[in-house]
């Protein structure tokens, strides 16, 4: 009952609009209504993204018994949906996983919008203080990718072919996957 309490102290002091607008576009997949959110939280079985919305939000710019509570919900939906997204990550709106197993995002991780990730996915490592690992909009990722290392920037438009292990920085508009000599990147741009 306690944790119910700040969570809902927290949704009516908090400026919403973010959370409003993933909640829409990713979990009702429509637009924001309060009504269509307990509706879909009614109906829906997959609830991930809604609760992984809500502790990431509480994580960043709530209290110290905010944060408590937000690293409770994010262990709950590790053990339920074998996917750990690390609190503290910046991920930009309309996130779309297509299969949460095996999933590891980092909390130093940078995401921009449009983001779509298979299953086996791992972005991020390290325990540095700094974001090591950087993705712009409309990046896909396929299944079993590892994106580690040091400072990695990937652009815009990007596609990450299946079985590619990543550890170097990607331009934009590319498609990128591994060979057995390393990385091929080809640009989508037309010349």
Request: hydrophobic share 40%; with cysteine; aromatic share 12%.
């Amino acid at each position: 009952m306690f944790k119910y309490y700040h969570i809902i102290k927290f949704l009516m002091t908090h400026d919403l609009k973010f959370l409003k607008e993933c909640w829409g576009s990713e979990f009702i997949r429509r637009d924001f209504k309060w009504h269509r959110l307990f509706k879909k939280l009614l109906k829906c079985q997959n609830k991930y993204l809604f609760w992984w919305r809500l502790a990431n939000e509480m994580y960043q710019f709530g209290n110290k018994d905010l944060q408590r509570i937000a690293k409770r919900i994010n262990n709950k939906l590790i053990f339920k949906y074998n996917c750990d997204i690390g609190l503290g990550a910046k991920i930009g709106i309309k996130m779309t996983i297509q299969h949460f197993i095996g999933i590891v995002i980092s909390n130093k991780v940078i995401i921009g919008n449009n983001f779509t990730c298979l299953q086996n996915v791992t972005i991020g490592m390290g325990k540095s203080e700094e974001f090591n690992v950087i993705l712009g909009n409309n990046v896909v990722i396929g299944a079993n990718v590892c994106i580690i290392g040091g400072k990695i920037n990937i652009g815009d438009n990007v596609t990450i072919g299946a079985l590619s292990f990543i550890d170097k920085s990607i331009p934009s508009d590319c498609i990128a996957y591994s060979k057995l000599k390393g990385i091929t990147i080809r640009s989508t741009k037309n010349s």
